[in-house]
């Protein structure tokens, strides 16, 4: 029996995302290049730190640091400003991504604690943070906010939270898994706003498509601690060229087309918002991502849109998620695969989904 | 100007290793691959999980996983113990890489104790073992001995001290990042040997010439938690598929020649041991590798082995390491470099090598 995500692998299509991940992405990565290229070994080398002296002049700060995974950095960024500050209080959302996705990394390898601001349906404020006692070693922003469907705080509302964080004598650190998505929206550099931060982290593997990896900077201090905590975790491996090298290619080709990537975002959520039983969050997107709510079980919209795979050849999100007994969610995230359809086909899928809604 | 290790690397031969690490080594494990192949998604999908359950099944424990590096997966695996034995202390040598080159990793990160037996300078016996005082949660030992040149113990030794330790309720992990290497001298099965051991840890880049990564092996709930503490780590990649591709490649590849890389370190070894101020440990090597001796500055053996490299166009090893004032250690491993190396070219550098100690 075909799986809902079988049949989404095989229709032609996609209107999420940059497309399957397959081998290609590596490869393609590592076209045209010489075979003959030195490795990085343990962190040093052209091969690596030719990228993160690139990635620190992008971001505006000192030193980066390329690392495996983001997991990794983060959780060393904090345990790093919580050593220097004298506390292992820590400030975050509810839905950060060491909250719920790690497996409380941060706790049980760094024996942090996590204070979680405000609510989990909705972006952090300055009134959440004015509410929690001192000390906190260091705040965590995480822009865009994925799990509440990539909200962005205004700018005036960002500078103010990261204001009141360091008036307190926190550190503030940026988690922007996706932040040349949120660029767009503040009309700003990625150096500007990095430039309100202590720490940053930015991944490779989101909007940007890349195999996997992350870029952790800051002032020279904390990255050289950043680079024995590298070595503790397991992370500084004798080459991490498999990654970077394809890094670097997806940053070339993709940093610059978040722009067009959120255009889409917002004209299939408007059409999206117009189908009864489907709303978004947020309602007018921010960024390339936004969260779709439908008024059905996962199952049925499962059924709807792998009809839509199998009939229009076009696979519309990978994942639905049951939020509650009659009520499902998915997200959705823009990228290449879009350009690669015919207009007329997205129509045509967003035609049959309210049909197969409203025929329920 | 150019330093010792830029001449080796301009040299077109090379004695030890498998050849300069370039990009090549991902490339060539990727040749022929369908760039259609679907990445493994954290730790899901045929591009790990095959590669996993060719590596249980090959160390015949129930369950592997792979990990980015051995340094992630050691201190994993004595954590898992340390927290089923009830005890934060573990045993190894003293130049066990837990010990000096992880900045102190389980112990920053999971708090273990160590508990460092008998004398660097020369193999653990049940008699180290005897002498320390209960609890202990893992004996972890290492085959071969990297930081004494590679030495193995007897295979009755081995089973003694293995005996010995499981008598006093302790785990016996094996690090055996060398694995491969190891077994001609047993004349054992990778199975045979693993089977003495709770769980076992190989890696794929030193004889066998992968990328990077490494792959831990135990029973079912010892390799759940690891798959947790893997996530926790940062190490639970989205994908791993650029090291696990490259790492089965070369298993592949050079699994089988670790007899024939042996006969070589024999060879080389002994024809050293004939020259005056050169001694090898071990004096008759047990696997690929030994370590050379020299009663010179390792200046002196680096501007001998640098003429040798210019004149002679052949690298003899890459790394020269004072021991003390006046005297010079270097480690040889022996990989597929030395079969492209015509065989009086050898002659002819050993000679080489001889002419330039005796003329100092």
Not at 302 to 307: F, K, P, Q, S, V
Request: aromatic content about 8%; proline content about 5%.
């Amino acid at each position: 029996m075909n799986t809902y995500s079988d049949i989404c692998r095989a229709a032609h299509y996609k209107l999420t995302g940059h497309g399957d991940r397959t081998f290609a992405m590596l490869l393609d990565g590592f076209a045209g290049v010489d075979p003959g290229t030195a490795a990085d070994i343990y962190g040093v080398g052209q091969a690596i730190n030719g990228f993160e002296a690139e990635m620190a002049g992008l971001l505006g700060k000192p030193a980066a640091i390329f690392f495996p995974s983001g997991t990794m950095a983060q959780q060393i960024g904090l345990r790093i400003w919580c050593d220097e500050v004298g506390t292992k209080r820590v400030a975050y959302h509810p839905l950060c991504h060491l909250e719920i996705h790690e497996e409380g990394s941060a706790k049980y390898l760094h024996q942090l604690e996590p204070v979680l601001l405000g609510d989990s349906a909705r972006l952090i404020t300055t009134d959440d943070l004015a509410v929690v006692e001192d000390p906190i070693a260091a705040l965590l922003i995480e822009l865009p906010q994925r799990e509440i469907g990539g909200q962005l705080p205004s700018w005036d509302a960002l500078v103010e939270l990261v204001d009141a964080a360091h008036t307190r004598g926190m550190r503030v650190h940026l988690d922007s898994a996706r932040l040349f998505e949120s660029l767009p929206y503040y009309g700003k550099s990625a150096g500007e706003v990095a430039a309100l931060f202590d720490s940053v982290y930015i991944s490779f593997y989101k909007g940007l498509g890349g195999v996997a990896g992350a870029v952790l900077a800051g002032p020279a201090d904390f990255m050289a601690s950043a680079k024995v905590w590298k070595r503790r975790h397991g992370g500084d491996l004798i080459s991490l060229y498999p990654y970077i090298t394809p890094a670097k290619h997806c940053y070339d080709q993709r940093a610059g087309k978040m722009g067009h990537y959120w255009e889409w975002a917002k004209k299939v959520a408007s059409q999206m918002n117009q189908i009864p039983g489907v709303r978004t969050v947020p309602q007018v997107p921010v960024c390339n991502m936004f969260h779709a709510f439908f008024d059905a079980p996962a199952g049925a919209v499962e059924a709807i849109m792998g009809r839509i795979a199998t009939e229009l050849d076009i696979a519309m999100v990978g994942a639905i998620r049951e939020v509650d007994e009659g009520h499902a969610r998915a997200e959705f995230t823009f990228g290449d695969a879009i350009d690669a359809i015919p207009k007329e086909l997205v129509e045509a899928a967003l035609e049959q989904l309210a049909a197969g809604l409203s025929d329920r």
